[in-house]
């Protein structure tokens, strides 16, 4: 199982970095700005979680995160001037990425000590802070504040689901399946049948 | 005392978290967004202010602040729809945070052997930063850069006044209510009288 | 060397604090957001790699990098209503002050046991950021993104020339002046012969 959730970390590390290429794109980066947003995009969140637990980097523990998200900014930021790339084909690529970031850095969190709500908390900035960070760095408001979406909403879910599972005694591999499972099903929910969360309105 | 600024603290959390609510308001965030906005604006000084000292996130060791801020925003989300909230009602209660966040976290800074002009910008920092991460995730440019308002200054005020104090052999009990009336008396007589800063002018 | 290094550096946060001032007349900041966008500026790039690799901020162990950041802020921020500074007087002292900050970087980043590529990146990160955060501050997509100038990439040579050549056994000493002086001779060839970098160009 640790090394399927390795790959498949690679691979969501790969997928984040992506969306930063293409965001920093619109802006009409030169190559310096599509790797600094793709590798901000990519690693963001992990580094957030980290440093907020004081525990190290996992970037500077493991190079091959800081390798996966060179190559894939470097590579698309060549592949796009003779490729296509459809931005659907990597929704379910990035949500997969969702749920395994999120349950991982609730896992993190609670292997740290974090109380069951900041632990929570930190597996959601895990998952949706690379986004974040790629937006505040192209000069635009946060796309996962502002698109009504179940993006951080379905993190949190899941992030719960997995605290609340250990809590009651099931097993933290099933709780771990569990978790990401609940991520990936209300994500792939939302996106199917249109839920949106309700946005702010005030009386005038 | 420190009952009492307990919950002073709680208050000013739940202060800041109102002003990152209606500015994220003015964006038309969703849920999420009005959330996150609002728990980086109450939580972000102190954070910022723990990293920096690498000290234990506050909101990791005590957990009520996270809820205080959670509960807050999620509470006005819904309330702002059904209610008007004037935002001149929060000036009082915001000016008393200032003082109350700037001074803790002098203090704080001050326990963790920073040197004297580091904790005293360790202190503003504490009182300001968080409505700096507000703007910055409203892509604004941040308030207390550009008004001309007697806010980070009166904070700096304070906190060097603290410090000086203590230098003076006086208690820390009375240095530390001395620079926090210092902050507030400065801030309301900024508003009553409207005193201003400078603003940058260059010879062209 | 270690004394002239002290003093390069010191003349670098000036420089640094500087840019800052500018960027943020033309906003039309006041005072303190002026004096806050300048510390930023020139200790934004040092304090990031010191929270990344978890060693204590550079300026709570000396405050003398405080004190000089803080100063030139100020002096500059009323020296603008007299004098006129051509900002091209300052492209040499900001190439300087870009070439030992990214090798004073690495070099810290090395002694910590960063591994070779995540201690290249925290040398361009310790040169870099001030700039990027300088820009999100200010509201702008951050310069060094979409110039198009050899600069972060200019950084991250000289940082991979340090790191290669202590590989070969070049003494550290030799090694730290041959990266200074590659940074400074790319960035110095940049500007003379206008070379770029490649833009982001899509496939429509």
Avoid at 64 to 92: E, Q, W
Avoid at 96 to 106: N, P, Q, R
Wanted: glycine share 8%.
């Amino acid at each position: 199982m640790d090394d399927l959730l390795y790959w498949i970390g690679l691979a969501a590390v790969a997928v984040n970095a992506l969306t930063g290429v293409l965001d920093a794109g619109r802006k009409r980066m030169d190559l310096v700005g599509v790797v600094m947003v793709g590798m901000a995009t990519a690693l963001g969140g992990g580094t957030v979680r980290d440093i907020l637990l004081q525990r190290p980097v996992f970037w500077l523990s493991d190079q091959s995160y800081l390798l996966a998200a060179l190559l894939t900014t470097v590579l698309i930021f060549f592949a796009v001037r003779n490729l296509k790339l459809p931005p659907r084909l990597f929704l379910i690529p990035d949500a997969v990425g969702l749920a395994l970031f999120t349950i991982v850095g609730t896992r993190i969190a609670l292997d740290w000590h974090a109380p069951w709500l900041a632990a929570s908390l930190l597996g959601m900035i895990t998952g949706v802070v690379g986004g974040v960070l790629r937006d505040v760095l192209c000069n635009e408001v946060p796309l996962i504040f502002v698109r009504g979406e179940l993006y951080a909403s379905a993190a949190w879910v899941g992030a719960l689901a997995l605290i609340g599972l250990q809590a009651l005694n099931v097993s933290p591999v099933a709780a771990t399946w569990a978790g990401m499972a609940l991520v990936l099903a209300i994500r792939l929910a939302a996106m199917a049948y249109k839920i949106t969360l309700p946005t702010y309105s005030a009386r005038e």
